[in-house]
């Protein structure tokens, strides 16, 4: 349906293709982002031993490297899954946070916008007052709870934010979202308070963080976020009509309560999905899209694909810098992207009102 | 510290260890760590072994020699079963007895990477924060997750587990034994009052507490003492916040302080809180200021802990006749 009204967009004046040699630059910063990750870490591992690690892993190539089984064991279970991690999470968010401030027309929006993070949030909560102690579970139940949570949370504000009968607009649907998000923390506090005892699993988790064990996880997310990932892609020529206006979609023939609709699932699944073996991790779906908007251009044909790829990029290295900085112990990754997102924040605010 | 049970209890220690003759009763004494005995246990125990701790059956191939610990009990009891040649590196938070191998390994934000770093060949820890138990599991470094107890009980088989998976398990048996002994005696020792006396457990200043159904509860329900806050048992938390005016209400006979190192309380502090002069314990001088990690870990120093409530009692007794 949407994909047929894409065809009658004429192309945008403002709207610029992504440039190859863009992409390319992009996709480079993404792999050294990537090998920065793999290399760095407290434990030293020779980088040549490394390379040769990564090199006897493909086909018809051996080339046995003069790592330890343990140094392996770190290697393959520890920090590759990590940066793979980090990087699925990191495009989950920025993508998020793309689409949401295009249907939005909201620069301020971020990907918890609608209430995802507070129904996650309550989700993690009941999970751990109500089924502690996990150690016999063949499936862990918090990433499970965490998901189901994200989803009622946006569920919920999809429905109650209808104005007066008439379809959702972007003021109704953002106010809904506030209203829930305060409800499902006040209860989420509301619980923890009577359950002090997990406190700190719940804190933990609200500050997020990407230690994993082994590749259960990015293997867990990877299906939700490739979902996301090329609906979103799919859809960011509608994003650039919908940044024009509701009315002025419809009269270009694109019904935009629906594609709103659209967008905010595919990008909700994507969130939800990170938020669940992640916990909340701010500011990425803010900073990143941002900052694609203002060195490549307003379009969403190029912001969502290179959001895709930078925000892959940044969490990686936020990641890196959580996991080293304060050696041996970790910062809570959360902390790591407000604490770099948080003044960037400041400076797109005051670049916007010099606009506006 | 405790004159009079403290010598009655060490005299019978030597009798114990002159009566098992051949068994040198290590530096456990019960988390004084006055006695500083250097471990010089023969029997290694026999390996492998598997123990039953909160992640699941752990096994142990041999005596472990390179121990991490990132539990601050799980280090008292280590040390008190004379495991204490085999630790290699303690968390931040481990402070006792002193002269453990402190780093700064975190047990609450963990890397496991760091961790691995010291080579461990067993790791003990009471929480999984960061997924720390899987992935030491991937990396397959045995770890021994060991939660906060629950009941005393809890805590014997904790120091029994890491008597076995340490190669001390005659030590911790010992162990076990002493301070099943202490705490009987200690209990008779203490002083019976026609009307149980009441108390308050202060965990912070604003009100958190613990109810009798927590271990802390649990040592002072042993000597017959009445908990204020378990008017808020059923609530659904076990760690309740009272509110200053149930405090006031409730009038405690006793007020023992936990927060005196985390954050700066004591006796004067509580006086001068507005309105607090008028409780009993106040006017009476029963505010205890207790050590926070002795009166918040599961360890062997609990019977310490049941040493100062028990004297705090006979205070609280001698001011009454």
Redesign the interface.
Known sequence: MELVAVQRVPPEVRGTKLRWRTGVVAISCLLAAGLAGILIGPVRLSPVAVGQELLDRLPLIHLPSDLSPREQAILWQLRMPRVALGGLVGAALAMAGAAYQGVFRNPLVDPYLLGVAAGAGLGVTLALVYFPGQAGWPIDPLPIAAFTGALIGVALTYVLGRSNGKSRTTVTLVLAGVAMASFFTAVQIYFQQRHADTFREVYVWILGTLATSGWRQVILILPYVAASGIALILCRRLLDVMSVGDEEADTLGIRAARVRLAVVAAATLGTAAAVAVSGLIGFVGIIVPHTMRLLFGESYRVIVPLSIIFGAAFLVLADLMARTALTPTEIPLGVVTAVVGAPFFLLVLRRARRVG | MTPTPYRFWWARRKFLASVLGALTLVGTACGTGRDGTPSTSTQTGVFPVTVKA???DVRIDQRPERIVSLSPTGTEMLFAVGAKDQVVAVDESSDYPPEVPK????G??????????F?PDLVITS?D???????L????IPVM?QPPARTLDDTYQQITQLGVATGHSTEAANLVADMKSRIERLVKLAPKFSEPPTYYHELDATG?TVTSRTFIGEIYRLVGLKNIADAATG???????LAAEFVLKADPDLIFLADTKCCGQSAKTVAKRPGWKEITAVKTGAVVELDDSMASRWGPRVTDFLDVVVQALAKLESAKS
């Open positions: 909160a992640n699941g780093t700064d390994l975190s609450l934000q963990p890397n496991v990477e760091a961790i691995a770093k080579n929480d924060p960061n997924n720390l138990v899987k992935s599991d991937a990396l397959d997750r958190y609530t659904g938390s076990e760690y309740p916040q």
